[in-house]
């Protein structure tokens, strides 16, 4: 097998053994990025000068005994995640040219193991939409059939990790944005808890709701990322003093002992009779490990789409108030007022998506309406947090479809938002309760386009979702498919 | 709840964006269809509820008040579009 197809765990033997070296394994990431990336167009910038030389200098610390379990592996990083040095532009016209100045948390984080940042990927404009069809520079293009969505927001992420142009990828998911591309792609997606991992230098989208997480090729590289990310950060002052387990020593054969909750509000009208053969299959696999399975509900499940379409745009309106043209960012030079140098420079840098955002937020957070919309959509959240509570008094793990269907054909959805906000109708409520989510692939439609089956549990319950999504691979035995590319 | 072409550029300009009035037009278009969604919460009764804004009980995060390393002068103006060494630049105010 061509190296760039490796897991990290597959790669990581071969450095131990000294049958490669991270240089050998890098170079052979980018000829598979030149050789593939005209049609996936998963990249926003490729980092080859740099990742070559952090793969050198990963060769020398292997050689001295220093660097952790990502030593010398080649990730690309979501291009909303700011890496000091590397421009870094959230997929928007307004950040074309924005060079941050500092690392972000999880960055240096992987930089103290040793791994190597091969690129930022393409994503929806700050991570607003489901289709990764918002991105100022270009559509990325699912591996698996090329003329449908990689999902989103995180698309480049999964993408670029599905065509073996990295060995993982962080992306970030605030309604489904890390676990539906994930699915979409076939690959393994884990949106942490809240919390769980720092979102210091992660560009801010909804900030009661952001996660960073990992998209990887397989459960096990999911928590070697998972390792790596996860802690408390006193820079982010939301983060949590939890501590953090070996992720890894989650992974244990069997299901004993663990009871799996189906929730039946996951399995109603507008679910794909394909999707629901596939999940109900993956269902029976994990009752075949040892698993007791239980129908729970959680009664207000449908109503989380609209809370969060509350919730989340307002606090974008709120955050993305800083792009006005003044520290950083795209600036109309001809503006001669103050006032007009902010409406014209943000006019001309967001996208519609984002517009539509911030008209919304800004909307449900005017005079008159705060009470009838954000306040409404934050007690709704409170619902939504007890039908949780509710339903992990009963059961381990939820397991459900991430998505209703698999991803549509590019351009299909992009005059009606409504229907793309509902496609996220399965993800969304993680977010708003703040619990762990995950997608893991489950099989794939007549067509060939991949499902996942998404796991939930309690709050820090990310050992138990990857004790269950281990099972589940091991089970189906899909995790080294590929798509002919 | 409908939303008027007006109030769509009032709110607009609230949030500091300048709409061509194609964009008005579809953007009351979309409001619209997005806020007659979310009418469904009409449906729930949350007069006893409590809002949640945050899903973790984490108290203040206080630390010590003690000056941390943090970006140079130059460093921190290096991606203003216009600036003249020292500060921002921004058209004139008063």
């Known amino acids: 097998m061509e190296l760039s197809a490796l897991t990290i765990h597959q790669v990581q033997e071969l450095l131990a053994k000294g049958e490669t070296s991270s240089v050998e394994v890098t170079n052979a990431v980018f000829e598979r990025m030149t050789a593939v990336e005209p049609q996936v167009a998963a990249y926003i910038t490729e980092n080859?000068?740099?990742?070559?030389?952090?793969?050198?200098?990963?060769?020398?610390?292997?050689?001295?005994?220093?660097?952790?379990?990502?030593?010398?592996?080649?990730?690309?990083?979501?291009?909303?995640?700011c890496t000091k040095g590397l421009r870094t532009t959230a997929g928007s016209r307004i950040l074309e040219n924005f060079i941050p100045?500092?690392?972000?948390?999880?960055?240096?984080?992987?930089?103290?193991?040793?791994?190597?940042?091969?690129?930022?990927?393409?994503m929806d404009e700050f991570a607003m939409g489901s289709g990764?069809?918002?991105?100022?520079?270009?559509?990325?293009?699912?591996?698996?059939?090329?003329?449908?969505?990689?999902?989103?927001?995180?698309?480049?992420?999964?993408?670029?990790?599905?065509?073996?142009?990295?060995?993982?990828?962080l992306g970030s998911d605030t309604g489904g944005s890390i676990r539906q591309p994930a699915s979409h792609c076939g690959m393994v997606g884990l949106k942490p808890t809240y919390g769980r991992v720092s979102r210091f230098g992660l560009l801010a989208f909804a900030s009661s709701l952001d996660q960073i997480g990992p998209i990887t090729k397989d459960v096990a590289d999911a928590a070697l990322m998972l390792n790596a990310i996860a802690g408390y950060d006193p820079r982010d002052s939301t983060s949590a003093q939890v501590a953090?387990?070996?992720?890894?020593?989650?992974?244990?054969?069997?299901?004993?002992?663990?009871?799996?909750?189906?929730?039946?509000?996951?399995?109603?009208?507008?679910?794909?009779?394909?999707?629901?053969?596939?999940?109900?299959?993956?269902?029976?696999?994990?009752?075949?490990?040892?698993?007791?399975?239980?129908?729970?509900?959680?009664?207000?499940?449908?109503?989380?789409?609209?809370?969060?379409?509350?919730?989340?745009?307002?606090?974008?309106?709120?955050?993305?108030?800083?792009?006005?043209?003044?520290?950083?960012?795209?600036r109309d030079m001809d503006a001669n007022s103050l006032v007009d140098l902010y409406r014209r420079s943000r006019s001309q840098g967001f996208g519609d998506e984002v517009k539509r955002r911030i008209l919304i937020g800004t909307y449900a957070l005017s005079s008159g309406?705060?009470?009838?919309?954000?306040?409404?959509?934050?007690?709704?959240?409170?619902?939504?947090?007890?039908?949780y509570k509710q339903a992990f008094s009963q059961c381990d793990v939820l397991v459900s479809p991430v998505t209703p269907t698999p991803a549509w054909r590019i351009g299909e959805?992009?005059?009606?938002?409504?229907?793309?906000?509902?496609?996220?109708?399965?993800?969304?409520?993680?977010?708003?309760?703040?619990?762990?989510?995950?997608?893991?692939?489950?099989?794939?439609?007549?067509?060939?386009?991949?499902i996942g089956l998404q796991l939930q549990g309690s709050h820090f319950s990310e050992e138990t979702l990857l004790r269950v999504a281990h099972n589940l691979e091991l089970r189906l035995d899909i995790a080294g498919k590929k798509p002919a590319l | 709840m409908s939303i008027s072409k007006e109030e769509v550029m009032k709110v607009a300009n609230l949030a500091r964006l300048e709409?061509?009035?194609?964009?008005?037009?579809?953007?009351?278009d979309q409001l619209a269809t997005i806020l007659g969604y979310v009418d469904k919460l009409d449906g729930i009764d949350c007069r006893d509820i409590a809002p949640t804004t945050h899903v973790l009980a984490i108290e203040n995060a206080f630390r010590d008040d003690v000056v941390q390393p943090s970006l140079s002068q130059a460093e921190a103006l290096a991606n203003g579009p216009l600036h003249n060494g020292e500060a921002f630049v921004v058209p004139r105010v008063i």
């Open chain 1, 132 to 169: 990764n069809e918002n991105c100022a520079f270009g559509t990325p293009h699912n591996p698996w059939h090329l003329d449908h969505i990689c999902g989103g927001s995180s698309g480049g992420s999964a993408a670029a990790v599905a065509a073996d142009e990295c060995m993982a990828s």
């Open chain 1, 369 to 387: 309406y705060y009470d009838a919309y954000y306040k409404k959509a934050s007690q709704v959240r409170t619902l939504i947090v007890e039908d």
């Open chain 1, 244 to 330: 953090t387990p070996d992720y890894t020593k989650a992974l244990v054969a069997g299901l004993d002992g663990l009871t799996v909750g189906v929730p039946e509000e996951y399995f109603g009208a507008g679910l794909d009779p394909e999707v629901e053969g596939v999940i109900r299959h993956g269902i029976d696999q994990l009752k075949a490990a040892g698993a007791k399975v239980k129908e729970v509900s959680l009664p207000h499940t449908e109503y989380g789409v609209a809370a969060y379409y509350i919730i989340a745009p307002a606090e974008a309106s709120s955050n993305l108030a800083r792009y006005d043209g003044v520290r950083y960012g795209r």
């Open chain 1, 48 to 81: 080859r000068d740099q990742a070559l030389a952090q793969a050198a200098n990963a060769d020398a610390m292997r050689g001295r005994g220093e660097g952790g379990a990502l030593c010398g592996i080649p990730l690309a990083i979501k291009d909303v995640i």
């Open chain 2, 19 to 28: 709409l061509s009035p194609d964009e008005v037009e579809s953007m009351t």
């Open chain 1, 101 to 122: 100045p500092y690392d972000a948390t999880v960055m240096e984080k992987l930089q103290d193991q040793g791994a190597v940042c091969v690129g930022k990927v393409s």
């Open chain 1, 413 to 450: 959805k992009t005059s009606d938002p409504l229907s793309v906000y509902l496609s996220d109708l399965l993800t969304i409520p993680a977010n708003l309760a703040g619990v762990p989510g995950m997608s893991v692939p489950c099989g794939f439609s007549g067509a060939g386009l991949p």
